[in-house]
């Protein structure tokens, strides 16, 4: 589903929203590829994170948002604008990151073993989506969005960690797939409503006008606030379970 992102409310719970990442490219191998490939950078901020431990490769970043790609710019990443649906792999990518990304892109289930194929011998793919379409804070919005005039899809856009395993065990020599419900203790009035209002928020605000919005995201606060409630010390838990997956070329 296309979407329009805002890069400074998406790094509102920057600490946060990268730790899968770090998770993530905690299992990935490679020493020293040539070429390291963001693909769904966002602003840039977890791009850097590459650059950094792989200092000798060429690192670049690729998304599809105009205003993702000059945040990225603007940290100094090598960032494009491309569509990840359109995307080939060039022949000296030997590490390619997906973080948060291939739930936005229907077809990711095809790119995946296409990438791979793609991809030359001991290169490694890793990817990481949400797999919380079945929580409360996403049900709560689809229902309420419904009620907006707005539909949004009900069926997950991910697969489950086993398909995934299947998928890409049928294109690679090594797969590592694995899952994690992280508790996040969030802080500050309507942190549920706030984090999922630069993320999975945005096609209602693109489907509606800036007063139909607000009545939209006024509803939904109560209804987030009941299922979510702030504990005695004013924080806020936030379980989001996220699925991994590393797949190492023969
Ligand atoms: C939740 S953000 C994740 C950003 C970054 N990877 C991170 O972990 O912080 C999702 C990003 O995917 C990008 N995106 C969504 N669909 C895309 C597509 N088809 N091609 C390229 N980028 C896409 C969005 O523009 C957005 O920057």
Do not use: K
């Amino acid at each position: 589903m296309s979407t329009t992102w805002d890069p400074t409310a998406y790094l509102t719970f920057a600490d946060h929203r990268a730790r899968p990442f770090h998770d993530l490219l905690a299992r990935v191998a490679a020493r020293a590829p040539r070429r390291v490939v963001d693909l769904g950078c966002g602003p840039g901020n977890l791009t850097g994170l590459l650059a950094a431990r792989w200092p000798a490769a060429v690192v670049e970043g690729l998304d599809s948002s105009a205003e993702m790609v000059a945040a990225a710019r603007e940290r100094g990443i090598d960032a494009h604008r491309v569509d990840v649906a359109a995307w080939a792999p060039a022949p000296d990518t030997d590490v390619v990151i997906t973080n948060a990304v291939l739930h936005w892109v229907p077809q990711h289930r095809d790119l995946l073993p296409r990438w791979l194929a793609a991809l030359p011998a001991g290169a490694e793919l890793a990817m990481q989506v949400p797999g919380n379409f079945g929580a409360p804070s996403h049900i709560l919005t689809r229902e309420l969005a419904r009620d907006h005039g707005v539909d949004l899809p009900a069926a997950s856009p991910v697969a489950e960690p086993a398909e995934y395993a299947a998928l890409l065990a049928a294109a690679a020599a090594e797969v590592d797939v694995w899952e994690t419900t992280y508790l996040h203790r969030l802080t500050g009035p309507d942190p549920v409503l706030e984090w999922i209002a630069s993320t999975a928020l945005r096609p209602v605000r693109d489907a509606l006008d800036e007063a139909a919005y607000a009545a939209f995201r006024a509803d939904l606060a109560p209804r987030l606030r009941a299922a979510y409630p702030a504990q005695p010390d004013g924080t806020t838990w936030f379980p989001f379970r996220r699925i991994f997956a590393v797949a190492r070329v023969g």
